[in-house]
C-alpha cells in the first residue's frame, strides 16, 4: 500500500486560503449587484392644466400660444423631479424639466402646428431611474 503524506501537509491552509479568497470574491459581487437598478420604476406624466385653468386637454391651432402645465408622478404618488418632459407631433414640439414638485410649464405656439381638422400631441417624459412614459393621444389639437 502507498503511504505518500505529502500531499495532504499544506491541505488544510490551502483550504482556509480559498475560502476566505471565494468569500471576499463574493463579496465583491454583491456589492456590484445591489448598486445596479435593475428593474426601472415606473412614472406617469399628465396635463394639469391649459392658461392655468384646469379645462380638457384641447387646444385650438388659432395662432395663440398656450401654456400647458404638466405633472410627472412615481407610482406611489410622489413627485418625479427633475424629468424630461416633450410635446410633440403635427410638425411641432416643446420640452421642459420638472421642478420638485413635478411640475412643468411647456409653452405651445399654435402658429406652428400644421393640422387642418384635428390631431394629436404626443406626450414623452423621461427621467433616470424610470422607465420611460410616452402617450400619443395626450393633447387633441382642433384647426380652423
Given amino acids: 500500500m502507498l503511504r505518500d ?3 495532504a ?3 488544510p491552509i490551502r483550504m482556509v486560503v ?3 479568497v471565494g468569500m471576499v470574491g463574493l463579496a465583491v459581487m454583491i456589492m456590484f449587484i445591489s448598486d445596479m437598478t435593475v428593474v426601472p420604476k415606473s412614472m406617469h406624466a399628465n396635463i394639469i392644466g ?6 380638457s386637454s384641447v387646444i385650438y391651432a388659432n395662432g395663440s400660444v398656450y401654456n400647458i402645465t404638466v405633472e410627472v408622478i412615481n407610482v406611489d404618488g410622489g413627485p418625479v423631479e427633475r424629468a424630461t418632459i416633450v410635446l410633440y407631433g403635427l410638425d ?10 413635478g411640475q412643468t410649464l411647456i409653452s405651445i ?3 406652428t402646428i400644421d393640422v387642418t381638422c384635428e390631431g ?4 414623452s417624459a423621461r427621467s433616470e431611474g424610470f422607465a420611460d412614459y410616452q402617450n400619443d393621444f395626450a ?3 382642433v384647426g380652423n
Fill in 120 to 123: 394629436y400631441l404626443k406626450l
Fill in 9 to 11: 501537509v499544506g491541505l
Fill in 50 to 55: 391649459i392658461d392655468n385653468n384646469n379645462i
Fill in 109 to 111: 405656439d399654435t402658429s
Fill in 139 to 141: 393633447l387633441k389639437v
Fill in 18 to 20: 480559498l475560502t476566505i
Fill in 92 to 101: 411641432s414640439s416643446a420640452s421642459g424639466l420638472t421642478d420638485g414638485q
Fill in 5 to 7: 503524506e505529502t500531499a
